[in-house]
């Protein structure tokens, strides 16, 4: 093997540049420079420009191009398509004033002042048109997620950088084809049926392979990865660029792909630690330092991209703030998050640099603009959110808010993985808490057996928890039944949520719910939910909520509509609420004025009995929550019996859960009831 420069044993590239993603952005971190400067930085000095340790070969250049795509995919995948459409129309003139601002001032300047023709203008004006939600993490990580600012700045980012894109699909076909009618006409309906395959067959498609895949972890990322590729390369068929199709392939499957799932968190791991650092890197070694301090050309093209895009950027902030009549401090955090420029940017430079419009000097420019604006962004973000950060925490909290600790009393090894994943879906994202799987043994001369087995099914369920980043914690007890059990890890733990599953094979509501429930029901306040999960939870097309008169004076009453809510923007489906006029009209300003934001329907009916007509209403794809209530509280009604019978004659295609509220500890009255045998293991009945 030799060690000569540059390096082409590929086992030593690969170590390389595996080091520089490690150590680079560890480094720089420490000087409060963001990890995308770092990287790119890094990519300069050791690239045929710099060090030439690497040379940006065949292979450097196939896993910058997968990172581009990764990037443009994870854009469309995390926007949060309820809150654009809650606030569409800020959204829609933000993200318009923050695209033609920047490109109107930009193509002016570059047009008459540098003395570009038309189009390497309008290009040069749209690599700062564009951004990039580089600080989001900060604003993450501050809790300011929920301001109505940060909404509108991302649903901004959607449609800032979606009209760049067709800009730059138009530009690169009129310069490399024809510019004919009939071209144009062509070019049109080849984009049309291309955004009807991605946007409406994919979808279709992606959520009958969830089905089939729902126990291969593995397969279900290789197919998201072949739908991201597939997508693109479509893209290129009907024109365009090939990020404009991985954009759309991830707004496609948003809906189908929960923020809090082990394949959101495997999308995540794989792009932002191999291949988006690739990118950026091999971003890098396109850069010729010699050029930006030698070429006046590089050195004016680059002063003018650097002042002018926080220019403008800043100016759409300041015309935003004053016509929503957002506060001074929300100015800035939208200038913030809206001045850091990478991917469509470097998409922008690098299409055109390749079809001979931009050159090195523009180029350049480009990189210098990506590491000033990555820098202004972070740092503005920061300060901001900070005194804003200060100013939320001094506010009333919302009792509805506080942390979840979640029980998940484990009796069918087969539902673990539903009851898990659903348990995280309804965790508050504001707040890092465990989830408690429980394992209760009953104390006889078997109960060292049972615990060993006990033990060894939990792991699965930490195994699978653990890929979704969320923590998981073991919790074994040995009581006389399982009612005890469980009310013991209640007590002791601090639980403000059990999850259960239910078989819903029997009709009647003893045989049904058994004893344990009732043991739970009658001797706890915490919010109690049974659920029966049939179909793969990422495929919930809408959510059906049954509620009954007076659920507004419970008081668990903010929180299962948080939980409910949750839920839904996880899964990305729409809610009906169902329940009395009067209900409904008390529910919806609850809703609508709430975090987070869902697409909610109100649909009346007149009594609990008609709860059994809406099956006609249901597809399979609809799961059905239906808020119960404890007896003798006040939302309680003798119909609510009714409602296990119906839910197993009729729904038996249909996930649903049954929700009893949180409850005022005086509704703990009732001794708990010996259970001589609370489920069979080997039928894996549910409690």
Same mark, same amino acid.
């Given at each position: 093997?030799s060690?000569?420069?540059?390096?082409?044993?590929?086992?030593?590239?690969?170590?390389?540049?595996?080091?520089?993603?490690?150590a680079?952005p560890?480094?720089l971190?420490?000087?409060?420079?963001p990890?995308?400067?770092?990287?790119?930085?890094a990519?300069?000095?050791v690239?045929p420009?710099?060090?030439?340790?690497?040379?940006?070969? /065949?292979?450097?250049?196939?896993f910058?191009?997968?990172?581009?795509?990764?990037?443009?995919?994870?854009?469309?995948?995390?926007?949060?398509?309820i809150?654009?459409?809650?606030?569409?129309?800020?959204?829609?003139?933000?993200?318009?004033?923050?695209?033609?601002?920047?490109?109107?001032?930009?193509?002016?300047?570059?047009?008459?002042?540098?003395g570009?023709?038309?189009?390497?203008? @309008?290009?040069?004006?749209s690599?700062?048109?564009?951004?990039?939600?580089?600080a989001?993490p900060?604003? *993450?990580r501050?809790?300011?997620?929920?301001?109505?600012? &940060?909404?509108?700045?991302?649903?901004?980012?959607?449609?800032?950088?979606?009209?760049?894109l067709?800009?730059?699909?138009?530009?690169?076909? *009129?310069?490399?084809?024809?510019?004919?009618?009939?071209f144009?006409?062509?070019?049109?309906?080849?984009?049309?049926?291309?955004?009807?395959?991605?946007i409406?067959?994919f979808?279709?498609?992606?959520?009958?392979?969830?089905?089939?895949?729902?126990?291969?972890?593995?397969?279900?990322?290789?197919? &998201?990865l072949?739908?991201?590729?597939? +997508?693109?390369?479509?893209?290129?068929?009907?024109?365009?660029?090939?990020? @404009?199709? /991985?954009?759309?392939?991830?707004?496609?499957?948003?809906p189908?792909?929960?923020?809090a799932?082990?394949?959101?968190?495997?999308?995540?791991?794989?792009?932002?630690?191999?291949?988006?650092?690739?990118?950026?890197? *091999?971003?890098?070694m396109?850069?010729?330092?010699?050029?930006?301090?030698?070429?006046q050309?590089?050195?004016?093209?680059?002063?003018? @991209?650097?002042?002018?895009s926080?220019?403008?950027k800043?100016?759409?902030?300041?015309?935003s703030?004053?016509?929503?009549?957002?506060?001074?401090?929300?100015?800035?955090?939208?200038?913030?998050?809206s001045?850091?420029?990478?991917a469509a940017?470097?998409?922008?430079?690098?299409?055109?640099?390749?079809?001979?419009?931009?050159?090195?000097s523009?180029?350049?420019?480009?990189?210098?603009l990506?590491?000033?604006?990555?820098?202004?962004?972070?740092?503005?973000t920061?300060?901001?959110?900070?005194?804003?950060?200060?100013?939320?925490?001094?506010?009333?909290?919302?009792?509805?808010?506080?942390?979840?600790?979640?029980?998940?009393?484990?009796?069918?090894?087969?539902?673990?993985?539903?009851?898990?994943?659903l348990?995280?879906m309804?965790?508050?994202p504001?707040?890092?808490?465990?989830?408690?799987?429980?394992?209760?043994?009953?104390?006889?001369?078997?109960?060292?057996?049972?615990i060993?087995?006990?033990h060894?099914m939990?792991?699965?369920?930490?195994?699978?928890?653990?890929?979704?980043?969320?923590?998981?914690?073991? &919790?074994s007890?040995?009581?006389v039944?399982?009612?005890?059990?469980?009310?013991?890890?209640?007590?002791?733990?601090?639980?403000?949520? &059990?999850?259960?599953?239910?078989?819903?094979?029997?009709t009647?509501?003893?045989?049904?719910?058994?004893?344990?429930?009732?043991?739970?029901?009658?001797n706890?306040?915490?919010?109690?939910?049974?659920?029966?999960?049939?179909?793969?939870?990422?495929?919930? /097309?809408r959510?059906v909520?049954?509620?009954?008169?007076?659920?507004?004076?419970?008081?668990?009453y903010?929180?299962w509509?948080?939980?409910?809510?949750?839920?839904?923007?996880?899964?990305g489906?729409?809610?009906v609420?169902?329940?009395?006029?009067?209900?409904?009209?008390?529910?919806?300003?609850?809703?609508?004025?709430?975090k987070?934001?869902?697409?909610?329907?109100?649909?009346?009916?007149?009594?609990?009995?008609?709860f059994?007509?809406?099956?006609?209403d249901?597809?399979?794809d609809?799961?059905?929550?239906?808020?119960?209530?404890?007896?003798?509280?006040?939302?309680?009604?003798?119909?609510?019996?009714?409602?296990?019978?119906?839910?197993?004659?009729?729904?038996g295609?249909? *996930?649903?859960?049954?929700?009893?509220?949180?409850?005022?500890?005086?509704?703990?009255?009732?001794? @708990?009831?010996?259970? +001589?045998?609370?489920?069979d293991?080997?039928?894996g009945?549910?409690?």
């Amino acid at each position: 093997m030799s060690l000569a420069l540059p390096f082409e044993d590929p086992v030593l590239i690969f170590t390389f540049v595996l080091l520089i993603i490690l150590a680079a952005p560890v480094i720089l971190g420490r000087f409060k420079i963001p990890g995308i400067v770092g990287l790119i930085v890094a990519g300069v000095i050791v690239g045929p420009n710099g060090l030439n340790i690497l040379q940006r070969d /065949a292979s450097i250049i196939l896993f910058g191009t997968v990172g581009l795509l990764y990037i443009m995919f994870l854009a469309g995948l995390e926007i949060d398509m309820i809150d654009f459409k809650k606030y569409k129309t800020r959204s829609l003139i933000f993200g318009a004033l923050t695209f033609l601002i920047p490109s109107i001032i930009g193509t002016t300047v570059f047009y008459y002042l540098y003395g570009y023709d038309v189009k390497p203008a @309008i290009l040069l004006a749209s690599m700062f048109a564009p951004h990039t939600l580089l600080a989001y993490p900060i604003i *993450s990580r501050l809790g300011l997620t929920k301001n109505e600012a &940060v909404t509108v700045t991302i649903g901004g980012t959607l449609v800032t950088d979606t009209a760049v894109l067709f800009v730059l699909a138009i530009i690169i076909n *009129s310069t490399q084809g024809e510019t004919s009618v009939g071209f144009w006409i062509q070019m049109v309906i080849e984009m049309i049926l291309f955004v009807i395959v991605v946007i409406w067959l994919f979808p279709k498609m992606a959520k009958w392979m969830f089905k089939q895949l729902e126990s291969e972890k593995g397969a279900q990322y290789i197919f &998201v990865l072949t739908v991201v590729f597939a +997508a693109a390369f479509l893209s290129e068929l009907a024109g365009m660029e090939a990020i @404009i199709g /991985a954009f759309l392939a991830g707004l496609a499957l948003n809906p189908l792909i929960p923020h809090a799932s082990p394949l959101m968190n495997r999308i995540d791991f794989v792009g932002n630690n191999i291949f988006i650092p690739f990118f950026l890197i *091999s971003t890098g070694m396109l850069v010729d330092l010699t050029v930006l301090f030698t070429d006046q050309t590089a050195i004016l093209v680059a002063i003018g @991209i650097v002042i002018l895009s926080p220019a403008t950027k800043y100016i759409a902030a300041f015309i935003s703030q004053k016509l929503f009549k957002f506060t001074i401090a929300q100015r800035y955090l939208m200038f913030g998050l809206s001045s850091a420029h990478a991917a469509a940017t470097l998409a922008v430079v690098l299409a055109g640099y390749e079809i001979g419009l931009l050159g090195e000097s523009e180029l350049n420019g480009a990189v210098a603009l990506i590491l000033v604006s990555s820098i202004i962004s972070s740092f503005t973000t920061e300060k901001i959110g900070k005194k804003m950060a200060i100013i939320e925490s001094r506010r009333k909290p919302n009792l509805s808010d506080k942390p979840d600790r979640i029980l998940v009393p484990i009796g069918n090894p087969k539902t673990i993985e539903s009851l898990l994943d659903l348990s995280i879906m309804l965790q508050n994202p504001e707040h890092h808490q465990p989830i408690y799987p429980l394992a209760v043994v009953i104390d006889n001369e078997h109960a060292e057996e049972e615990i060993y087995k006990k033990h060894k099914m939990l792991q699965e369920a930490i195994k699978h928890a653990s890929a979704t980043d969320n923590d998981v914690q073991l &919790v074994s007890k040995i009581d006389v039944n399982v009612a005890s059990g469980i009310l013991r890890g209640i007590k002791e733990l601090m639980i403000t949520e &059990v999850v259960l599953g239910w078989n819903a094979k029997i009709t009647t509501r003893d045989r049904i719910f058994g004893t344990v429930l009732d043991n739970l029901l009658d001797n706890t306040e915490q919010m109690i939910l049974v659920c029966k999960i049939i179909q793969p939870l990422n495929t919930t /097309a809408r959510i059906v909520v049954a509620v009954p008169l007076n659920a507004e004076l419970e008081r668990g009453y903010l929180r299962w509509i948080r939980s409910v809510k949750l839920l839904a923007q996880q899964l990305g489906a729409k809610v009906v609420f169902r329940g009395r006029q009067r209900t409904l009209n008390k529910l919806k300003p609850v809703v609508n004025n709430s975090k987070p934001a869902i697409d909610a329907v109100y649909v009346p009916f007149d009594k609990i009995q008609d709860f059994g007509g809406m099956q006609s209403d249901l597809n399979p794809d609809d799961m059905v929550v239906v808020i119960s209530a404890r007896k003798g509280t006040l939302s309680y009604n003798h119909n609510m019996d009714l409602i296990p019978r119906e839910l197993s004659k009729n729904y038996g295609n249909n *996930s649903f859960i049954i929700i009893y509220p949180e409850q005022y500890p005086q509704y703990q009255t009732v001794p @708990i009831k010996p259970v +001589a045998k609370a489920y069979d293991e080997e039928k894996g009945e549910e409690f």
